[in-house]
């Protein structure tokens, strides 16, 4: 039983492409979360749902778009892909104030 | 902003030794949290322990335990009896108190972990 799910484990495009990321929590949480890790695995948050209203969003890009359909999803997707978006990135959930953040597996994403 | 701060880029131990790995951390918070999560070569990121600032008693989790020094801001991670299988990334975060939704982790830079045969 997966708790936080991510798809796709691995990505390779091209400098200039569109991607999307997507997210799934079976833990009934009501906040979902998107860190990036780089390539000195310094992890940064992203952005953060709470019942499907964005609560956090840290200075990213305009290319990076979240989009939550429901509070056990939060999809990521990204516009005219750059070099430097190359990173894994976690998605995450939790629960109430001061609990854990449950992570999924990470998504590489590399841009050529 | 809370910052957190791991000074030990690396550290290397023989197995069966007992390590401790440093943190130390900002912030005009009273009311926090603080997390060690281990990220191995799988890239999963798995909590390790998990500290409220309001307890004066250290958490343990089995071999792991921390010294917690809310005066001096401190938070290390002791291993004992370290096995093979704690080869990892270790990192410290922090999390404030807010009950209004999002927790947000900061975390630290990390401590690469490596337990040697």
């Known amino acids: 039983d997966t708790a936080v799910s991510q798809t796709p484990k691995y990505l390779v495009t091209q400098m200039g492409n569109d991607k999307s990321i997507k997210c799934e929590q079976n833990?009934?949480?009501?906040?979902m979360y998107w860190y990036k890790q780089d390539s000195k695995k310094f992890l940064k948050i992203m952005f953060s749902?709470?019942?499907?209203?964005?609560?956090i969003n840290e200075t990213v890009p305009n290319r990076f778009s979240p989009k939550s359909p429901d509070k056990a999803h939060l999809n990521l997707h990204i516009n005219s892909l750059e070099l430097g978006d190359s990173a894994v990135y976690f998605c995450?959930?939790?629960?109430?104030?001061?609990?854990?953040?449950?992570f999924g597996n990470g998504t590489r994403l590399t841009v050529t | 902003a809370q910052t957190v701060t791991q000074s030990q880029p690396e550290m290397s131990v023989q197995e069966a030794e007992t390590v401790t790995l440093s943190c130390t951390y900002d912030?005009?918070?009273?009311?926090?949290?603080l997390f060690w999560y281990k990220q191995p070569p799988s890239r999963q990121m798995i909590l390790v322990i998990r500290q409220e600032a309001y307890k004066q008693q250290n958490a343990t989790e089995n071999r792991f335990s921390v010294n917690f020094q809310k005066a001096a801001k401190s938070f290390s991670l002791k291993i004992s009896d370290s096995q093979l299988g704690d080869t990892a990334m270790y990192f410290c975060?922090?999390?404030?108190?807010?009950?209004?939704?999002?927790?947000?982790?900061?975390f630290g830079q990390g401590t690469r972990l490596t337990i040697n045969p």
């Open positions: 995450a959930s939790s629960q109430v104030t001061g609990f854990p953040l449950h």
């Open positions: 975060a922090f999390m404030k108190h807010d009950i209004e939704g999002a927790q947000k982790l900061v």
């Open positions: 833990l009934g949480h009501d906040t």
């Open positions: 912030t005009s918070e009273n009311n926090y949290y």
């Open positions: 749902y709470n019942n499907k209203e964005l609560i």
